[in-house]
C-alpha cells in the first residue's frame, strides 16, 4: 500500500518561494504517475501539475508554468514541487497523489489512487 507524505508547506512573504517534498513509502514510487495538487477553503481541489513515473514528461495547469517546478528522485522515493513568486491566492493546502496508470497523466483527483495528508501554504502580504 503506497503511502505519501508531504512536508515543506509554511508561511511565506509574496514574492517568496517554496519547494514542497512528497516521500512515498510501501511501494516504488518509479511505477506510480505523481501530481500535485491544491485546495483553498472553499474551493475545489485542483491540478496543478502531474510527472510520468520516468519523470520525462510533466504537465502544467497553465496558470502555473511559469512559477511552478514539479521533478522527482525515484532513487529518493521522493517529488518535489519548486515554487516561486507565491501570491495570496497560493495559499491552500497542497497535496500530492499518486496514480498507477503510467500511459498518461491524469487530469483529475479520479484519477489518482493514493494520497498525502496535505500541507499548509499560507502567503503574507
Known amino acids: 500500500q503506497m503511502q505519501l507524505v508531504e512536508s515543506g508547506g509554511g508561511l511565506v512573504q509574496a514574492g517568496g518561494s517554496l519547494s514542497l517534498s512528497c516521500i512515498a513509502s510501501g511501494d516504488t514510487l518509479s511505477t506510480y504517475t505523481m501530481a500535485w495538487f491544491r485546495q483553498a477553503p472553499g474551493k475545489e481541489r485542483e491540478l496543478l501539475t502531474a510527472i510520468s513515473y520516468h519523470g520525462t514528461t510533466t504537465s502544467y495547469l497553465t496558470s502555473m508554468k511559469a512559477r511552478f517546478t514539479v521533478s522527482r528522485n525515484n532513487d529518493y522515493n521522493t517529488v518535489y514541487l519548486q515554487m516561486n513568486r507565491l501570491q495570496g491566492e497560493d495559499a491552500a493546502v497542497y497535496y500530492c497523489?499518486?496514480?498507477?496508470?503510467?500511459?498518461?497523466?491524469?487530469?483529475?483527483?479520479?484519477?489518482?489512487?493514493?494520497w498525502g495528508q496535505g500541507t499548509q501554504v499560507a502567503v503574507s502580504s
Open positions: 497523489a499518486a496514480s498507477a496508470q503510467r500511459s498518461r497523466l491524469g487530469r483529475s483527483a479520479s484519477d489518482y489512487e493514493y
